[in-house]
């Protein structure tokens, strides 16, 4: 089945700094990739999602990029402000949503 | 338009008893995931249901959890007798149709505590 690995697992960053997280995945077969934004206590809620036929796509502030030759996938965030704060998780899909372990993210203001 | 609904937000039980969660996707949504998030990891799928067919439940420990979803509609996940492993958020998720590419809705979970 797929594998989902995700970096770093925590991230600090001062407010207005720019964030990156990084994906891998195993299965060549994955052609869809969202990424999900998870506050503490509450319900993971899509944040922006790309899927196999397109390299970047972004919105606002927040850009993922998509490298199929060597199944990895990133999240950007530019001018981090503190509601970013949470735990963001990758995931990769060939017909079954696989998730990362999650980063936690923390914009120190 | 209404979210996914869950219940209960949170349940305390002792091992070897019996717990039972109920969901309730978006008005419309033909697809029904089931996901097992233990703390610190990303949510593992434990069942898909297409309507009210089971796509998909290779990860659903069948010795101890059932899930059901009779009129293709609502859901609910049993998991009889629990073990202290079961700790975990239960959240329920719900998209437009079965694809790959089918943006999921997740509602807000069932926290589990197994003492």
């Known amino acids: 089945g797929e594998n989902v690995e995700q970096h770093p697992s925590t991230l600090s960053v001062q407010e207005g700094d720019s964030a990156v997280i990084k994906c891998t995945y195993s299965?060549?077969?994955?052609?869809?990739f969202p990424w999900y934004k998870q506050e503490l206590g509450k319900r993971p809620q899509l944040i922006i999602d790309?899927?196999?036929?397109?390299g970047e796509k972004k919105d606002q502030r927040i850009a993922v990029t998509l490298n199929k030759t060597a199944k990895h996938f990133s999240l950007h965030i530019t001018e981090t402000q503190p509601e970013d704060s949470a735990v963001y998780f990758c995931?990769?899909?060939?017909?079954?949503?696989?998730f990362g372990a999650g980063t936690t993210v923390t914009v120190r203001a | 338009e209404a979210g996914v609904a869950q219940s209960p937000r949170y349940k305390i039980i002792e091992k070897r008893q019996s717990v039972a969660f109920w969901c309730n996707p978006i008005?419309?949504?033909?697809?029904l995931y089931w996901y097992q998030q233990i703390l610190g990891q990303g949510p593992k799928l434990l069942i898909q249901f297409q309507n009210n067919g089971v796509v998909d439940d290779s990860q659903l420990p069948k010795d101890r959890f059932s899930a059901e979803r009779l009129k293709g509609v609502d859901s609910t996940l049993k998991i009889q007798p629990a073990k202290l492993e079961d700790s975990a958020v239960y959240l329920c998720a719900s998209s437009l149709f079965v694809g790959e590419w089918e943006t999921q809705y997740f509602g807000p979970g069932t926290r589990l505590l197994v003492l």
């Open positions: 995931a990769a899909s060939a017909g079954r949503l696989s």
């Open positions: 299965d060549s077969a994955s052609n869809y």
């Open positions: 790309i899927r196999s036929n397109v």
């Open positions: 008005s419309g949504h033909a697809t």
